[in-house]
């Protein structure tokens, strides 16, 4: 059965985080949570929980609770994590540089194995974990090495062509921060595009909502 397929998007959203947080439990030494006590931690019902880990089989035990191990590397082996697929940048702005510095690609189940930019200045230059290489060399490289996503932190004017020609050779996943909207360029690939003004817009409504529950009481 692949799981991957049947299970809801809103679920597979969920994942990562259930995923975040009980690694942090390993990492405090916990051995064993309820869905009780995890759903509190967490802003969630118990119930809303045991669905979610149903839909791959359930890792509790009646009586029990969670093993916090073992639902680690479950959750782990949901997400692929372990696999440590490839994955290049193209791009390094200031969305690019702050990835390249600060993001733990390895603890998200990829390996970033280069990166990419039209700034002859920054070229040949090391950021992070990776060289930057002129992007002129990128389709041949990415023929050459074969890896499985890209994260594009170039302009968004540009975005929609060059996704296009990066699946095209080969790429299986993006990780858009372009502000282009790429899954509706029917690529036919996984695409995440991520939006920061969509994030604060969010918040900005709850605290509207906030702000308007105040007065009505």
């Known amino acids: ?24 439990l390993r990492a405090n030494g916990v051995q064993r ?17 045991r669905q979610d ?28 994590i372990h696999r440590q697929r490839k994955a290049i940048l193209v791009g390094v702005g200031n969305i690019g540089r702050a990835l390249l ?12 194995i280069c990166a990419f930019d039209a700034d002859k200045k920054v070229v040949g230059m090391d950021f992070g974990p990776v060289n930057i290489r002129d992007v002129a060399e990128l389709y041949d490289y990415v023929d050459q090495h074969h890896p499985d996503v890209a994260v594009l932190t170039v302009p968004h004017g ?10 095209d050779h080969g790429i299986r996943g993006l990780w858009n921060f372009t502000g282009e909207d790429l899954h509706l360029e029917g690529l036919g690939i996984p695409v ?17 909502s906030e ?6 009481e």
């Open 101 to 112: 510095k600060n993001f733990d690609f390895k603890a998200s189940g990829f390996d970033l």
């Open 53 to 80: 880990f149903n839909c791959f089989g359930g890792f509790g035990q009646q009586g029990y609770g969670y093993n916090v191990e073992k639902l680690c590397e479950g959750l782990g082996e949901i997400l692929g």
């Open 33 to 49: 949570i309820s869905s009780r006590a995890l759903a509190e931690s967490m802003g969630l019902t118990a119930s809303q929980i």
């Open 1 to 24: 059965m692949d799981k991957k397929q049947k299970v809801s998007r809103a679920v597979i959203h969920r994942i990562p985080r259930y995923y975040r947080y009980v690694s942090r």
């Open 158 to 167: 540009i975005a929609p062509y060059m996704a296009k020609n990066l699946v």
């Open 192 to 208: 995440e595009n991520v939006h920061f003004s969509d994030s604060l817009m969010i918040l900005c409504y709850a605290v509207d």
């Open 211 to 216: 702000d308007a529950k105040a007065a009505d």
